[in-house]
């Protein structure tokens, strides 16, 4: 499952504030730099994860994915070390196509 920008951020804005809580609690953090510190973490993983995914492979891969879309067209030109001219060479990528 890959998940979309919005899904990611839920997900750490559900998490981040109760760990910045426990780390409180235990008086490891103070309660002024709670909200600083819980900021940082949830910019620092966004940033991360927005890195990690947003591939020219990766995207071309969610394309893929929907089922409205029928073909996808990779100019001839397109040089082979890139994500688009090495999906149209790879015959297990149906929906990729050279023009």
């Given at each position: 499952m890959t998940f979309?920008?919005?899904?990611?951020?839920?997900?750490?804005?559900?998490v981040v504030p109760p760990l910045v809580?426990?780390?409180?609690?235990r008086g490891w953090v103070?309660?002024?730099?709670a909200g600083e510190i819980g900021a940082a973490?949830?910019?620092l993983?966004?940033?991360a994860w927005s890195v990690a995914t947003h591939t020219d492979s990766n995207k071309l891969a969610e394309v893929e994915a929907m089922p409205?879309?029928?073909?996808i067209v990779?100019?001839?030109?397109?040089?082979s070390g890139e994500a688009a001219g090495e999906a149209a060479l790879d015959r297990s990528r149906p929906k990729v196509t050279v023009n």
């Amino acid at each position: 499952m890959t998940f979309n920008q919005s899904q990611v951020l839920g997900i750490l804005r559900a998490v981040v504030p109760p760990l910045v809580a426990y780390l409180v609690g235990r008086g490891w953090v103070s309660e002024s730099a709670a909200g600083e510190i819980g900021a940082a973490i949830v910019t620092l993983l966004t940033a991360a994860w927005s890195v990690a995914t947003h591939t020219d492979s990766n995207k071309l891969a969610e394309v893929e994915a929907m089922p409205a879309v029928k073909k996808i067209v990779v100019d001839s030109s397109a040089p082979s070390g890139e994500a688009a001219g090495e999906a149209a060479l790879d015959r297990s990528r149906p929906k990729v196509t050279v023009n």
